[in-house]
């Protein structure tokens, strides 16, 4: 059990991000300095948005400049922290090369962060932000699960740098922190492990993959048909939330599955298409699996991934958040109409 001392700074690793800067803003809001670490201190551009957040809000930020791939540039910025929220770890679809692009940050950044705190003796608590898919490698995996449903007992064992680099990355990351706290026993370790994350961003320009999902759905890039692919979603507010209690609630322990609903893209596209009719070009039917096999190497896809995805029922159970974290998740459809809303008053659909 760890309590957590409220003055004392709280450290964000890639405080730009999409998930990123709603646990900055509670963390503002709620009175807390926030040590937040971002590539480029410099570009202010770039973090204008953070900084206006912070100026009508109760907390204290600060920026410090950490690279996931440089040993020891996360030390500066820990200094004094009990609390350590490691979110930074690229989210991003199509890369060149998975390895250095996927694998290494995750891994390697996660090892990085982590040897910082064991250096740090402040430190109480990590609150790493995982992910389901370091649960779940593909949704054909739910079929070996009690009921098809995941629980936080379970591990993706069916990923690799070369099938689902990003789950991969996520999972051999989260694996690493594992075993990086049991070999001491300072400070506990929590993590989050959130479904597809959706619902309307600080910075309506981030790059995380969630935008080009829920983008994709609206662009008309889907319009003849979407493939079946079942998904969970939960808003990007929850999820912060969810970080905030993991990391103040002394009892919370272990993994935290952290999603609203289980659910698919062609039902998240009719709830778009209940709101805005025809205005925009939605899917409306499903295409059928031997088609989006054959074309997925067209639109990047790898046929393996197809097989063992589409037309696979994908199921959790998020009870554990419920119970112990008394999370109250908002209803997908507030999410993913002001997530799409947001990209159309930028002219993104
Ligand atoms: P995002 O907006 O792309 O944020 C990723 C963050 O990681 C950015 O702040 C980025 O910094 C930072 N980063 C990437 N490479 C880095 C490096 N080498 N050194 C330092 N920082 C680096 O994505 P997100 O969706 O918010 O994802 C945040 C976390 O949530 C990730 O751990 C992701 O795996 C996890 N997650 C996301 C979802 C989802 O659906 N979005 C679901 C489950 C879990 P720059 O701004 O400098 O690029």
Redesign the pocket.
Known sequence: MRVIDKEKPVLV????????GWIVKKLLNEGLTVHA????PHNTD?LKYLQNIAAQAPGTLKFFK????EAGSFDEAMKDCELVFH??????NKVKDPQRDLVD??LI?TKNVLDAVNRTASVQRVVL?????AIIGDAIDCESFPNGLATEAYWNTTSSVTHQPYNYS?VVAERAAWEINKKQDRWDLVTI??????GPGLNAF?????FNIVRQIGDGSMKFGIPEFYIGVVDVRDVAEVHFKAGFTPQAKGRYITSAENTGLLPLANILKKKYGTAYPFPSRYLPKPLVWLLAPLAGFKRKMISRNVGHEWKVDNSKSIQELGVHYRPIEESITEMFQQLADNGIV
């Open positions: 690793t890639g405080a730009t991000g999409y998930v990123a670490t971002v590539r480029d770039k950490a690279d996931l791939l979110t930074a770890s690229p989210f991003i940050p995750a950044g932000t995982s992910s389901s898919v996520k492990n959130p479904s597809l994350v959706i981030a790059t995380s993959e969630s």
